[in-house]
């Protein structure tokens, strides 16, 4: 389960250090400082590191991770020179906000070793150099739905238009079960679901970005935003969590595996793990949202998302570079994806793990393809506002007008 607290692992009995910039020399050897988001892999990443330090026992990995507040932390450092030696950004819009402290990673192995599609989520938007990070994994994203649920409502297959949708939610809650859980107390889980109606509103989202960023287009210009993103949030509303704003990842969690809810909202692969140690024997399906009443819209969402970065500033830069061509290209770091993170593979040598998002994900991708990763054509700091803004809007605080000019000035104020 994500971790929504600080989670400090130090990489080899390493007793009393203080983190202060980046890599740096310790009384044993060369220390490096790992600080990353993503805190749900905290215990795989500790596995990688306890047996990097088998590989090479002179190098210490100072690993420390957070989630919600790791934008504003990051900022933090690089404005007092506490620059990590290893750190995370979005790919995408940010890849180019974070460019100055990373090192372009062209010329190494993990570059040749990454699939190329994951590989130019992490290009310059401006340039096209890079990539300038690398995956903690790919990914897929979409509705995760309790199979069980569905047969006893009378579903025989998950809904592929809005409608069909609606007509789901009022069959399982006459079982008196709850249709949704959505995690809508989390600002990233907003992301997660908008990029589905974001990434279909035009053929070329990454203008229609632009176009927001420059004040130039409107929210209610595009039926796919305005009417149908703003319906799917309303009936994840009335079928939801009784505390929508309460409700954040584990409780999403919580309720997904002990089968209080029949759909989850916002999420995607990464949960899998968590719901199967509530409960072992829940038949997980997955699809992509319902975004229209056109069926063909429907569809998930894979690629990398997040990006890995290495300074350019470390004083280290061998032993970074060394640890992380080793991650993509030793045996143990080719199967530590699908063994011990149990991930979708970013390289090209990798094995998909016997879950069922990746494999039904997988399934989805071939028949009909993937949806536009169109959550990475804006900063996680746009991102996090617009999640804010959404709360406002299913808290009753502010009107789905006042909203979507909230969005739009927002738009054009963070990028």
């Excluded at 991650?327 to 063994?339: C, E, I, L, M, V």
Aim: aromatic share 12%; with cysteine.
């Amino acid at each position: 389960m994500k971790k929504c607290l600080l989670v400090l692992a130090l990489g080899i009995a390493l007793t009393g250090a203080v983190f202060a910039g980046g890599g740096k020399e310790g009384a044993s050897g060369t220390e490096l400082y790992v600080f990353i988001s993503q805190p749900e892999y905290a215990d795989s990443i500790r596995a990688l590191i306890t047996e990097y330090k088998k590989v090479v026992p002179d190098v210490t990995i100072n690993y420390e991770t957070t989630q919600a507040d790791y934008p504003a932390l990051l900022k933090t450092k690089l404005n007092s020179g506490d620059l990590p030696d290893i750190f995370t950004s979005t790919a995408g819009a940010e890849i180019d906000l974070y460019t100055e402290y990373s090192l372009n990673l062209a010329d190494q192995p993990i570059a040749k070793a990454m699939i190329p599609a994951v590989a130019d989520g992490f290009k310059s938007m401006d340039t096209g150099a890079g990539p300038y990070g690398f995956a903690i994994k790919g990914n897929f994203f979409g509705i995760l739905y309790n199979k069980d649920i569905f047969a006893k409502a009378g579903i025989a297959e998950f809904p592929q238009t809005l409608d069909a949708l609606e007509a789901a939610c009022e069959k399982i809650a006459a079982l008196g079960i709850k249709p949704f859980t959505s995690g809508f107390g989390e600002w990233w889980v907003w992301k997660h679901a908008a990029m589905n109606f974001f990434g279909t509103a035009t053929n070329d989202p990454i203008a229609l970005t632009k176009k927001f960023e420059n004040g130039q287009a409107k929210v209610s210009d595009y039926p796919r935003l305005y009417n149908d993103f703003f319906r799917f949030v309303d009936l994840v509303k009335k079928y939801g969590d009784d505390k929508l704003l309460e409700t954040t990842l584990d409780r999403e969690v919580a309720a997904f595996g002990n089968g209080q809810a029949a759909m989850t909202v916002g999420q995607g692969a990464w949960i899998e793990e968590d719901v199967l140690k509530i409960n072992p024997n829940l038949k997980i399906g997955f699809d992509g949202y319902p975004i229209s009443n056109n069926p063909a819209d429907c569809k998930v969402v894979t690629g990398a998302d997040q990006a890995m970065r290495v300074s350019n500033k470390s004083k280290h830069q061998k032993e970074l570079l060394d640890f992380v061509n080793w991650w993509y290209t030793s045996d143990y770091g080719k199967g530590w994806f699908a063994n011990v993170a149990k991930v979708v593979p970013p390289i090209s040598a990798g094995v998909v793990p016997n879950l069922e998002v990746p494999k039904q994900g997988a399934a989805h991708v071939a028949q009909e393809g993937s949806a536009p990763l169109s959550i990475i054509y804006s900063t996680d700091a746009f991102h996090q506002v617009f999640g804010e803004l959404m709360q406002a809007y299913v808290g009753g605080s502010a009107t789905k007008d006042q909203t979507c000019a909230a969005i739009e000035r927002q738009w054009i104020s963070i990028h």
